[in-house]
């Protein structure tokens, strides 16, 4: 177990007496992960990075048909940075380095120089459309990112949403949740995701009381979600169930 320095050391015996855990000074990492992220953040991106580089040249390609490295890139490679992209936003930047090693490796051949016949956006659609079904760094970033969100929304009681909500938006939804000071990159990278996952979500409705019918996504086949008229008879904010 770690604790704060802000925890006595007369405190920290006690925690550990009850858990039954042992007290040590730091873990270095975590499923792949530094346990502490400080301002400097190119040694968590960098690992990253240098996993999926070591993977490229420990194999190959020389000897590897399309269809071999076809399955290395969909099972391994991409699937190397796909916890990190879960619980951070990774620059943009970063997440194109990988996309070009990626190209690299899947355009290699005998001769020294290596040809892209058609674009990384074209190889990210699907085969029916003419691409390899090779998933888009960013987008995939992004929408890792919305899952977390959504998970806040549709367990309230599990342990993940009561932490962040007791730490940044203990009064308030998490759609109206704000970054805050001194965020963590975690919940910094879940928030940007916000809009995104406000696009897509809209109110089942039961009693229709805690639903406004203008404001609030609702009606599930008009495009947007929301009633685009102007209110006339029922007031400025009133719910589904005044109808």
């Known amino acids: 177990m770690v604790v704060s320095r802000n925890i006595s050391e007369h405190e920290s015996l006690g925690l550990a007496s009850i858990f039954g855990l042992q007290l040590v000074p730091k873990h270095d990492k975590y499923l792949g992960l530094l346990t502490i992220i400080g301002k400097s953040r190119a040694e968590l991106f960098q690992s990253i990075k240098d996993g999926v580089w070591n993977r490229i040249h420990g ?14 890139i969909k099972a391994v490679l991409q699937a190397i940075p796909m916890y990190i992209m879960s ?20 355009w290699h051949n005998k001769r020294e120089r290596h040809t892209h016949w058609v674009g990384g956006k ?11 079904g090779f998933r888009e760094m960013i ?14 929304l549709t367990r309230p009681d599990s342990l ?19 970054v805050g000071p001194r965020p963590s990159l975690t919940w910094r990278s879940i928030v940007s995701a916000k809009e995104l996952l406000k696009i897509g979500c809209r109110w089942r409705i039961g009693s229709g009381q805690s639903v406004r019918i203008w404001g609030n996504n609702w009606l599930p086949k008009q495009k947007g979600f929301k009633v685009t008229s102007a209110p006339r008879v029922l007031g400025p904010n009133p719910t589904v169930s005044a109808c």
């Open 59 to 72: 194999w190959n390609a020389k000897l590897l048909s399309q269809a071999e490295r076809e399955v290395l």
């Open 87 to 106: 619980c951070f936003q990774l620059p943009d930047y970063f997440l194109r380095d990988i996309e070009r090693m990626i190209s690299d490796f899947w």
């Open 122 to 132: 074209r190889l990210c659609l699907s085969k029916d459309e003419g691409g390899m």
């Open 139 to 152: 987008a995939f970033n992004r929408a890792m990112l919305t899952k977390q969100g959504w998970r806040l």
């Open 160 to 178: 993940f949403t009561q932490v962040l909500k007791a730490k940044y938006f203990p009064r308030k939804s998490f759609f109206r949740a704000e």
